[in-house]
């Protein structure tokens, strides 16, 4: 009787995760992975691997990063028993995934579907670099004109107008009860020393 061969899409799961190679080499996101547990790190890497090798992405890793060692003493009980005391160690185990060469749109649907399937017990950290062309304040300036109208009608519902209102408080600033109340110097205010 023949063995059961079993799909391939199963079988790949035993194998290392496939990479693309980058054309030009540029960093566009760093994901840095945090864990206690190395086996819930591990396949958690494995699983950005695999996800952005399906987007196209050419990512480089999993490196280990140097381990985060917290210690720390507690006393087990106070007074007489002080010297009786409990050591307490965290070991925090870090890998680092690089995406190059990846369009921006791209690496934000990587990082929003790695978010979406979170594993337990594994922390994500992504520093994502975009670039844009020397015209920088160009593309601004278009961007503040494209908005401005949207700004200008939020800016009137914070502040009042410069009509009836606001001579009304001016003149109530200036008055000798509100400067009292106030506490600076007047009639109703405080004393001087």
Not at 54 to 64: E, F, K, S, T
Request: net charge positive; hydrophobic share 35%.
């Amino acid at each position: 009787m023949d063995e059961l061969r079993l799909p391939r899409s199963v079988q790949l799961n035993y194998l290392r995760p496939l990479k693309r190679a980058p054309t030009h080499g540029v960093p566009s996101c760093d994901l840095q992975l945090r864990s206690y547990s190395a086996r819930n790190l591990e396949f958690f890497a494995d699983f950005a691997l695999r996800a952005a090798y399906y987007l196209n992405l050419p990512a480089r890793g999993p490196v280990p990063l140097p381990r985060i060692v917290q210690r720390w003493t507690v006393p087990r009980g106070n007074f007489v028993h002080k010297k009786s005391q409990e050591n307490f160690e965290r070991i925090t185990m870090r890998r680092l995934v690089q995406i190059q060469d990846g369009h921006p749109e791209v690496v934000q649907i990587w990082l929003g579907f790695l978010q979406k399937y979170a594993y337990y017990g594994v922390g994500m950290k992504a520093n994502v670099w975009e670039y844009s062309s020397l015209d920088v304040g160009k593309e601004m300036d278009e961007q503040a004109e494209k908005i401005k109208g949207t700004i200008d009608e939020r800016f009137e519902l914070f502040a009042r107008g410069k009509g009836k209102d606001a001579k009304e408080t001016e003149l109530m600033m200036t008055e000798e009860v509100f400067k009292g109340t106030a506490g600076s110097l007047g009639p109703l205010g405080g004393t001087r020393m």
